[in-house]
C-alpha cells in the first residue's frame, strides 16, 4: 500500500468517527497540504464513499431507505471494535465501587460502560454530557444520573462548559473518559473542540482518571488534548494491544489489560 492508499483509508476513517469535519482540520490531522487534501478527497468522492460541501466532508448516509439494516450514526459509532469496548468497559465496571461519584463521557465505550452499571445493583451518582448514557441509567433507581447542559452535538451528546458549575457541587471520585487516539506525546487527543474543553474539566475534577482506549487508538493522535498521561491512573484496553506498545505505553503509566 502507497502514501496515498494509505491517506485514503485514513480519510475514510477520520470521516466515519466523526461524521462531518472541515476539509482545514483533516490537513491539520494528516500533516499534508491542503492541496494533497483536496486531491484525496476528490478521489473519494468520486468513489461515493464520502460526501463533501460548503468546506466540510461528511461520511456517506448509514441510513439506505431501502435497507432496513441500516445504522444511525452513533449506533454505527458502536460497532466499530465493538468485542474490544465491550472487554475494555467490563474492566472498567471493576473499578467503581458502590456509593461511588462518577463521569461518563459520551464515548461508545462509555456508553456500553454505562448498559453494564444498569444491571450492576450498585447505588452511584453519574454525571455524564451523553444524552443516549442518561436515559439508559434512568431506568435504574438506584444511580442518581445528572446530565450535563450545554449545546446538542451531532453523538447525541452535549457539549460545551456552559453546564460545568454542577461541579461546584460534587465531589467526583472518578471519571472515565475515552478519546480519538492517545499518544506517549500528546496524550488523550480528540476532535470536537467544544467536547476537549468538557472532557479537561471531567479529569480535573475527578480524584481518580481512567481513559478507556481500544488498540487501535495508541499512537494516534487528533487535534486537540484533553488530558496528558500524567494525569491519569490508567489506561484501560483491549488484549490486542501489542507487546511493544504496551512496553512503551507502561514506561509512563499504567496499562491495563483483560
Do not use: W
Amino acid at each position: 500500500m502507497n502514501d496515498r492508499e494509505q491517506r485514503l483509508q485514513d480519510i475514510i476513517k477520520i470521516v466515519q468517527e466523526h461524521d462531518s469535519i472541515s476539509v482545514e482540520s483533516l490537513q491539520d490531522i494528516l500533516g499534508v497540504s491542503g492541496s494533497t487534501v483536496r486531491s484525496d478527497l476528490r478521489i473519494l468522492v468520486k468513489e461515493g464513499k464520502i460526501q463533501r460541501e460548503h468546506g466540510r466532508v461528511t461520511r456517506v448516509s448509514d441510513i439506505d431507505l431501502n435497507d432496513q439494516d441500516g445504522l444511525p450514526s452513533f449506533e454505527h459509532r458502536l460497532q466499530i471494535n465493538l468485542e474490544q469496548k465491550e472487554r475494555i468497559a467490563k474492566i472498567a465496571e471493576s473499578f467503581i465501587n458502590n456509593n461511588d461519584s462518577i463521569i461518563l463521557d459520551a464515548s461508545s465505550t462509555c456508553f456500553l460502560l454505562a448498559k453494564r452499571l444498569v444491571n450492576s445493583g450498585k447505588n452511584l451518582t453519574v454525571v455524564t454530557n451523553s444524552v443516549s448514557s442518561a436515559q439508559l441509567l434512568h431506568k435504574n433507581q438506584r444511580l442518581q444520573v445528572i446530565l450535563i447542559g450545554g449545546t446538542l452535538g451531532v453523538q447525541n451528546n452535549t457539549e460545551g462548559t456552559l453546564g460545568i458549575s454542577v461541579f461546584e457541587h460534587l465531589n467526583i471520585k472518578k471519571c472515565f473518559v475515552s478519546g480519538y487516539g492517545v499518544s506517549v506525546q500528546q496524550g488523550i487527543t480528540d476532535f470536537s473542540l467544544l467536547e476537549i474543553e468538557l472532557k479537561k474539566k471531567f479529569v480535573e475534577v475527578a480524584q481518580e482518571s481512567y481513559a478507556l482506549v481500544d488498540s487501535s487508538k495508541f499512537d494516534v493522535v487528533s487535534v486537540g488534548t484533553f488530558c496528558s498521561l500524567d494525569k491519569l491512573d490508567a489506561i484501560i484496553t483491549d488484549d490486542e494491544l501489542p507487546n511493544e506498545l504496551t512496553q512503551k505505553y507502561q514506561n509512563k503509566l499504567t496499562i491495563i489489560k483483560p
